[in-house]
């Protein structure tokens, strides 16, 4: 195949014949490219990727960690330092900085990847023809040339001239802003039609409404319409959230009034006569022990690791803004098929010959047994009940197949595929049975009749089976079939009333018949099938609840969180799968209809929407208004969705759940999250992860601000009463860089508290620390205060020198926050109860952390860089006691406010 030849301009394509469109692109509308041509291709014009916006460069974001007042004050200090010739000052001041911002500038770069990665999980995929065969590939794969087949839900992969069209409908508006779907069509177009109104074209990024079409691509990647505008797109991967920016804004505040306290002590010392140079030195070290510098970088790897956990239990987070809702979500509004159930009919009942006869297993695996009154059978020895399972296997025309990925999956109809799974039980193979006993004739289905027919040679014998409604099936039986494969009359009502009883749990039923047709029978008719059948039994089938989902349901309401089950199937069905999930409460589900809610008021629906556990024969556009209902009677909904028409409702939630497998790229690009495995239980396994993050979120908060408040208000102290400073600006630059990296990032690895999902929902409105919180931390800040200047000043007092009583400051300092970061494990519980070995990376964290300060301690390169002295036995006695008082402080205050809970859980809210 010879290299195509583009027009000269993209601009063109419109307006050509598509003879003229197939010659230029040098490809054919019915085969699509051979595998040679689109590997040459591929190597000729790449990936079909818009070049994603590369964002900051890493040079300049290691940069901007440097652009931060607290490290223009510090570098103020660098240059003052260096005037004096303090030369081991100005080097180690220097040092922590740029410490600091290549740890912040790896650990951005971390989290950034790893959000980053995420994105790609989620692998769009698209409809070609090639060689001649219809196939699914990676968008990313698509080549100038491709024929690409387009369907609603679709979101279209390239530009394409499309050449077959069926009543096609396309979402143009992220490429024209055009806000009502465009009729499609396959005519030439003149050359100077505008972008918008070029409507034989379909563009990449833009998505399918309704209808069918198939197109040439002629631009893939950056020579795409939307790849010239690639920004509309190709989003940079975004860290922030609301928490963070809320915190964010927070140490801006605190940042500014730090500084703004540091100038009035500086001003005051001076006006005191004190020097100038130490002045600034104390303003440096006020600054640095006070401002958490490091808050809203920690709190974004935080978010980052949790999203990362997500990913694990098959929970890809598009927008880092759920994590945070997640903890709060109060309803979760589940869609029935595939979410809550196994999306694979299964047949439970069989009744056949007067026998009531329950199988066993679930789905299309064929593990499982046929019983009568709770025990095995053998299918051989139960004549009827054979008949029955293979008029099913029979007037069959779906295959169960084993799809890329190992899953089962059907091809044809699942309700026929339910059929072939329970014969298979019984031994009868549906590629055997067809050998044996080949078709002949076939009536296929049609809604008018409602039954289909097939017609088999067997045993010397014309034989014709029957599948369909009941009641039209009954109509033409005269008599059935006994249990020992006798014939017997036909008591018609019993039959009615076995349908309804299987009705009532919420099966599909159908019905079976054969008829014992003459020699000359070589073809079916409607005629062969009107009356004198025999009628062979019932089989009653369902889509199963996925047994894990049981489980996580009762998790969810027992973590204070209702779950609605909002499905298009009949209330009938909807009850009894929500009757065997546990979705309702103990006196029964409350099922309403799509044409209840029609006669219900905006006014009124928020407390029906409320009430009610399972909403049936819903339309996607209701799901919207139930949404909105929820939200207006003040819930946090998570909404679940996997077609075009429940995008508005996925962008309505709170948090907008779409299906990794059975979802459309339009459901995708609107949901916060996707799930991987389109299961129920892994929402409810998102629910507790982000639980799980904002908890770590709220111990490092509560652990990082005493540390930061201790730190100051000695400082602070020191500079208003006009004494020696217990501490200079290097020592507190050692600790905020050591407990960051040794202490603090534990926190993110703490595992679940198990009471997790015991907790009612987070309130979005209450503040990140309320007052018991702020009391910890100011009991903590204020012990660090006292037993700092006492060991100062006892320190002193026995005549031991200002470094050895510094030293001492430091290292109390360092033990408070290190068995402080062991109580912040858990805010509620003791470290007894949460145990002490269930984080070994905290363990190893304050292990590392003492060792630091050993070296800090004893080391005399350390002691010459920090102005450190080595401390004896009895200093260390002091040091400890102090920070054992704080720990047990902090767990008497636990056990005080919690002690009395521990059957009922009083989180700190």
Known sequence: MKTMTPPQSASRWHQLEMSEVVQLLKSDCQRGLDAAEVARRQKEYGLNVVSARGGIPAWKRLMLQFHQPLVYLLLAAVVITAFLHEWVDCGVIFGVVLANAVIGFIQESKAEKAVEALSKMVVTETTVRREGRRQRIPSAQLVPGDVVALQSGDRVPADLRLFQVNSLQVDESPLTGESVPVQKHADPLAHDVVLADRKNQAFAGTCITYGTAEGLVWATGDRTETGRIAWLIAEAVELSTPLTKKIAAFSQILLWAILGLSVVAFIAGVSRGEPPVEMFMAAVALAVGAIPEGLPAAVTIVLAIGVNRMAKRHAIIRKLPAVETLGSTTVICSDKTGTLTENQMTVQRVLAGGRDYEITGGGYETRGELQLD??????????????????????????????????????????????????????????????????????????????????????????????GAVERLLERCVDMLAADGTLTPLDKDDVRIAVEKLAAQGMRVLGFARLHATHECDDLTHDHVRRGLTFLGLQGMIDPPRTEVIQAIASCRSAGIRVKMITGDHAITARAIAEKLGIADSDGVQVMTGRDLE????AELPGVAHRVEVF???????????????????????????????????????????????????????????????????????????RGVFDNLRKFIVWTLPTNVGEGSIILVAMLLGVVLPVVPVQLLWVNMATSIFLGLMLVFEPREHDLMGRPPRDPKLPLLTLPLFMRTGLISLIMIIGGYWLYFYETGAGESIATARTAVINVIVMVETLYLMSCRSLNHSLLRVGFFSNPLALIGAAAMIGAQLLFTYAPFMNHLFHTAPLDADAWLRIVCVALLSFFLVELEKWIRFGRHHDKVVPVE
Not at 406 to 415: E, F
Not at 599 to 602: A, E, V
Not at 639 to 652: E, F, I, R, W, Y
């Open 599 to 602: 006669k219900i008021s905006d």
């Open 374 to 467: 709770g025990r095995g059978i053998v299918p051989a020895q139960h004549p009827a009940l054979l008949e029955c399972l293979r008029a099913g296997v029979l007037c069959n025309d779906s295959q169960i197949v084993t799809d890329d990925e190992g899953r089962l999956a059907v091809q044809g109809d699942p309700t026929e595929a339910a059929m072939l799974v329970v014969g298979a039980k019984a031994g009868l193979i549906h590629a055997e049975m067809t050998d044996q006993s080949p078709r002949l004739g076939m009536i296929p289905f049609e809604s008018e009749h409602m039954f289909r027919a097939t017609l088999h040679s067997m045993n010397g014998q014309r034989t014709i089976y029957k599948v």
């Open 616 to 690: 049936a024969r819903v339309a996607p556009e209701q799901k919207l208004r139930l949404v909105r209902a929820l939200q207006t009677h003040g819930h946090i909904v998570a909404m679940t969705g996997d077609g075009v028409n429940d995008a508005p409702a996925l962008k309505q939630s709170d948090i907008g759940i779409a299906m990794g497998i059975a979802g459309t790229d339009v459901a995708k690009g609107a949901a916060d999250m996707v799930l991987i495995d389109d299961n129920f239980a892994t929402i409810q396994a998102a629910v507790e992860e982000g």
